[in-house]
């Protein structure tokens, strides 16, 4: 084991939340010349942003720690690298998860970037992950809190990044950070976790979605090819989406819910199905990209497990690497997986890395 030698100065990723303001108490007592910054990575047309609010906090928890802190704007980056990419697929009608996005090409990329050109030697978030770093290289471990693990979202990432950075609260458990929190009477210990994708907010999803791009309107069919009602458009659902369809008094008799189980985009039809049945369920899937954090080379068929949605239990698979990409067979089938969303593999507490789902085997293919 590398042990870590503490750096002359770090940047810590202030949120305004208790994560990072317990991430940089850590730093400090640990001995480093800690900097706060605060990220503005969007700004809100309607007005509705809570980021001034946010921003404040960070103020307010800098000053208790005595601690210097500014703001950099990286706006221009967040819209170019990632909002457009989530209207894009959304357009598509494919599911995407800007938050592995912002990752890869924010706080790990132009973040990283800024925290080194200005003179930190690493750069720390309030990431719930823990790094191992060895003669091998390094490696991304799951937080000791399974329940707040992230290291989900922070597959995109590259080992050359994971190098220059720290996560504080990788062997904690929430409960202990809000009692540091509280014990050190940090502004932000009692505040709510933020939750949802961060540009949203506590909007309504929908309706977000319309400012930005055209619904266009079309008919709702059963597997068979039956009309049952109208959807708004086809980017507002997901596959096993059963809330919202509007059908919910329909019933074959069956007294099932209805749920989605494809899009027909060329003819601008969402496909639904009363009840769970096959074709909500895949045998595999296929990515274009898989992203490798492990050093170790991987043979080109390997076994290990999976997750295809945070907060899913990981799940048996056997990868086969195929070029820049990789398809991954489950050893039970698998419900709702979604093009679009990330597949992240595990090697026990190990994450391996992952990429975007671009294509799905069903159990039983739709025909209509």
Same mark, same amino acid.
């Given at each position: 084991m590398v042990e870590e030698k503490i750096s002359d100065r770090v940047i810590v990723g202030l949120s305004g939340g208790v994560d990072s303001a317990v991430a940089a108490l850590l730093l400090k007592e640990q001995g480093y010349d800690v900097t706060g910054v605060f990220m503005r990575n969007w700004e809100d047309r309607d007005g509705t942003c809570p980021a001034e609010e946010d921003y404040d906090d960070v103020r307010r928890v800098s000053e208790a720690l005595d601690m210097p802190y500014y703001t950099v704007n990286f706006t221009k980056e967040y819209q170019d690298r990632v909002f457009s990419y989530f209207l894009s697929e959304y357009a598509a009608g494919r599911t995407p998860n800007p938050d592995? &996005?912002?990752?890869?090409?924010?706080?790990?990329?132009?973040?990283?970037?800024?925290?080194?050109?200005?003179?930190? $030697?690493?750069?720390?978030?309030?990431?719930?992950?823990?790094?191992?770093?060895? *003669?091998?290289?390094?490696?991304?471990? @799951? =937080?000791?809190?399974?329940?707040?693990?992230?290291?989900?979202?922070?597959?995109? /990432?590259?080992?050359?990044?994971?190098?220059?950075?720290?996560?504080?609260?990788?062997?904690?458990?929430?409960?202990?950070?809000?009692?540091?929190?509280?014990?050190?009477?940090?502004?932000?210990?009692?505040?709510? *976790?933020?939750?949802?994708?961060?540009?949203?907010?506590?909007?309504?999803? @929908?309706?977000? /979605?319309?400012?930005?791009?055209?619904?266009?309107?079309? *008919?709702? #069919?059963?597997?068979?090819?039956?009309?049952? =009602?109208?959807? *708004?458009?086809?980017?507002?659902?997901?596959?096993? $989406?059963?809330? =919202?369809?509007?059908?919910?008094?329909?019933?074959? =008799?069956?007294?099932?819910?209805?749920? #989605?189980?494809?899009?027909?985009?060329?003819?601008?039809?969402?496909?639904? $199905? $009363?009840?769970?049945?096959?074709?909500?369920?895949?045998?595999?899937?296929?990515?274009?990209? &898989?992203?490798?954090i492990c050093r170790d080379p991987l043979p080109k068929t390997f076994a290990c497990t999976a997750k295809f949605r945070y907060r899913q239990p990981d799940q048996p698979v056997t990868v086969e690497r195929r070029g820049e990409g990789a398809l991954v067979r489950f050893a039970a089938p698998q419900r709702a997986v979604t093009p679009g969303q990330w597949c992240v593999l595990y090697q026990g507490e190990e994450c391996l890395g992952g990429g975007p789902i671009e294509a799905t085997e069903p159990m039983k293919r739709i025909e209509i």
């Open positions: 592995i &996005l912002c990752n890869t090409e924010i706080k790990f990329k132009a973040f990283l970037d800024f925290a080194l050109k200005s003179g930190a $030697q690493l750069l720390a978030t309030g990431h719930y992950a823990r790094l191992k770093k060895d *003669d091998a290289g390094v490696h991304l471990l @799951k =937080g000791a809190d399974r329940g707040k693990d992230q290291t989900y979202f922070l597959a995109g /990432l590259r080992p050359e990044q994971l190098e220059q950075v720290l996560f504080p609260l990788g062997a904690l458990q929430k409960s202990e950070v809000r009692a540091l929190a509280r014990k050190h009477a940090l502004p932000v210990a009692e505040k709510k *976790d933020s939750t949802g994708i961060c540009f949203i907010g506590e909007r309504n999803f @929908k309706r977000f /979605l319309m400012s930005y791009l055209p619904a266009q309107p079309g *008919d709702m #069919v059963d597997e068979r090819g039956r009309r049952i =009602g109208r959807h *708004d458009g086809l980017m507002y659902y997901t596959l096993g $989406q059963r809330r =919202g369809l509007g059908i919910g008094g329909r019933s074959d =008799g069956s007294g099932e819910s209805w749920f #989605v189980i494809g899009k027909d985009l060329k003819r601008n039809l969402l496909i639904v $199905q $009363q009840g769970e049945h096959e074709e909500l369920f895949s045998l595999s899937l296929t990515m274009d990209k &898989l992203n490798l």
